[in-house]
């Protein structure tokens, strides 16, 4: 499985950005697909997660209510909607999948992600 992030870019604080995370080499039916992000010498941190099984999603307390994480199974596509993006949001995103889709985390960041993307920045002036 390969995936592709883009989306990532440049933006005033109080914006928004969607960034894309398309898969290639098999379909994600059963998979949990996941954002993470890392900042500059930070810790790589969870953003939000989503079951393509049933569709659950899965959100960090830093990002609820602001980012939304969706789907397109048909283009094996997975969104992280972001709104009203703040400094600190700045970091590499990252998408990962992990196959095992039976398996329940009540932690998403503690799944076992197989496959990752080489990440897009995210970038928010104040």
């Known amino acids: 499985v390969q995936l592709v992030e883009s989306g990532g870019g440049l933006v005033q604080a109080g914006g928004s950005l969607r960034l894309s995370c398309a898969a290639s080499?098999?379909?994600?039916?059963?998979?949990?697909i996941a954002w993470f992000r890392q900042a500059p010498g930070k810790e790589r941190e969870g953003v939000s997660c989503?079951?393509?099984?049933?569709?659950?999603?899965y959100y960090a307390d830093s990002v609820k209510g602001r980012f939304t994480t969706s789907s397109d199974n048909a283009k094996n596509t997975v969104y992280l909607q972001m709104h009203n993006l703040k400094p600190e949001d700045t970091a590499v995103y990252y998408c990962?999948?992990?196959?095992?889709?039976?398996?329940?985390?009540?932690?998403?960041?503690?799944?076992?992600?197989?496959?990752w993307g080489q990440g897009t920045q995210v970038t928010v002036s104040s």
């Open positions: 080499g098999s379909t994600l039916d059963d998979y949990y």
């Open positions: 989503i079951s393509l099984s049933d569709g659950m999603t």
């Open positions: 990962a999948a992990d196959p095992r889709g039976w398996l329940y985390y009540s932690d998403f960041t503690t799944r076992f992600y197989d496959y």
